[in-house]
């Protein structure tokens, strides 16, 4: 199987538009934030898609390099740094939101852990 660049281009497109809308709403003061319901769910939301969007990044590359399976959404990311990648991402902050995520804080070994 072969990276199907559109769909990755497009994912990469949502994570852009989310990262900018996450911006913009860090722009506002705490009590604007988190006084209005509505905002703080937004970010929230925005948050969450931008991870998952990466996390299918990252598991779309894996299977078209025809590397092991990620065993949950930490996983991809280190899987990703086995197979040698360069992806920004495999050893960032996006990485620990989905160890996080996973709830499998050891999910990578010593040399993989991100330096956050």
Same mark, same amino acid.
């Given at each position: 199987? $072969?990276?199907? #660049?559109?769909?990755? %281009?497009?994912?990469?497109?949502?994570?852009?538009?989310?990262? +900018?809308?996450?911006? %913009?709403?860090?722009?506002?003061?705490?009590?604007?934030?988190?006084?209005?319901?509505?905002?703080?769910?937004?970010?929230?939301?925005?948050?969450?898609?931008?991870?998952?969007? @990466?996390?299918?990044?990252?598991?779309?590359?894996? $299977?078209?390099?025809?590397?092991? @399976?990620? $065993?949950?959404?930490?996983?991809?990311?280190? !899987?990703?740094?086995?197979?040698? $990648?360069?992806?920004?991402? #495999?050893?960032?902050? #996006?990485? !620990?939101?989905? !160890?996080?995520?996973? +709830? #499998?804080?050891?999910?990578?070994?010593?040399?993989?852990?991100?330096?956050?």
């Amino acid at each position: 199987m $072969s990276v199907d #660049t559109g769909r990755v %281009r497009a994912l990469l497109d949502r994570m852009a538009e989310e990262e +900018r809308q996450l911006h %913009r709403l860090a722009a506002l003061s705490d009590e604007e934030l988190l006084g209005d319901p509505d905002r703080l769910a937004s970010a929230k939301y925005r948050f969450i898609v931008a991870i998952e969007a @990466a996390i299918d990044v990252c598991r779309h590359i894996v $299977s078209a390099a025809g590397l092991r @399976a990620p $065993s949950d959404f930490a996983d991809a990311f280190c !899987v990703l740094a086995e197979g040698g $990648s360069d992806c920004p991402g #495999t050893h960032s902050r #996006t990485h !620990v939101v989905a !160890v996080a995520s996973s +709830r #499998t804080p050891n999910a990578c070994p010593p040399g993989l852990r991100p330096a956050c």
